[in-house]
T-cell receptor, first 114, second 112 residues
Framework: RKEVEQDPGPFNVPEGATVAFNCTYSNSASQSFFWYRQDCRKEPKLLMSVYSSGNEDGRFTAQLNRASQYISLLIRDSKLSDSATYLCVVNRPMTTDSWGKLQFGAGTQVVVTP | DGGITQSPKYLFRKEGQNVTLSCEQNLNHDAMYWYRQDPGQGLRLIYYSQIVNDFQKGDIAEGYSVSREKKESFPLTVTSAQKNPTAFYLC???????????FGNGTRLTVT
């Protein structure tokens, strides 16, 4: 099982609609969670951190479900400019053998159509 | 403005040649990283460094080498031992190991 798994999509979304997708992680000790956005052939950019209580940034809402070990991202009122690949990032905690580090999912592609 | 600079943006090399990718940051971040991304795949960690003069292998370090002689700089050398070097290489930095990453704009390496 991969440490961080995402549905690759694509999620085809009409402009103005709502889209939501999840990311599952395997390490129950993970403590840090992020969503990044990556446009085609560009570097990933931080979209938002994910907090235990859930958090919202404009049209974007992130949730964490520790019991089921997944995080989610919801985009309301989708814009054409929201078309991108959304990467889930989860930390792999430090162990006696290695430093902790961030693990990336392969990404979920979202295509917003007019 | 603070940020991370990778150069060059595009790099072409012949098989069998070593090549060094540059990464410089002025964010005063302690941690720096190198990732590789192949088409349709996620980012895979090559090497990372938490402090000057120290670095650790990531998940796919074979065929690569790094140095961290200055806090601002973390160059990556792709050696001839790397079997499939053609990829998009991304450098990143962060305040600490579990803090959000800030990425450079990447180097596309093509080896023929």
């Amino acid at each position: 099982r991969k440490e961080v798994e995402q549905d690759p999509g694509p999620f085809n979304v009409p402009e103005g609609a709502t889209v939501a997708f999840n990311c599952t992680y395997s390490n129950s000790a993970s403590q840090s969670f992020f969503w990044y956005r990556q446009d085609c052939r560009k570097e990933p950019k931080l979209l938002m951190s994910v907090y235990s209580s859930g958090n919202e940034d404009g049209r974007f809402t992130a949730q964490l479900n520790r019991a089921s070990q997944y995080i989610s991202l919801l985009i309301r009122d989708s814009k054409l400019s929201d078309s991108a690949t959304y990467l889930c990032v989860v930390n792999r905690p430090m162990t006696t053998d290695s430093w902790g580090k961030l693990q990336f999912g392969a990404g979920t592609q979202v295509v917003v159509t007019p | 403005d603070g940020g991370i600079t990778q150069s060059p943006k595009y790099l072409f090399r012949k098989e069998g040649q070593n090549v060094t990718l540059s990464c410089e940051q002025n964010l005063n971040h302690d941690a720096m990283y190198w990732y590789r991304q192949d088409p349709g795949q996620g980012l895979r960690l090559i090497y990372y460094s938490q402090i000057v003069n120290d670095f650790q292998k990531g998940d796919i370090a074979e065929g690569y080498s790094v140095s961290r002689e200055k806090k601002e700089s973390f160059p990556l050398t792709v050696t001839s031992a790397q079997k499939n070097p053609t990829a998009f290489y991304l450098c990143a930095s962060s305040r600490g190991m579990n803090s959000p990453l800030h990425f450079g704009n990447g180097t596309r390496l093509t080896v023929t």
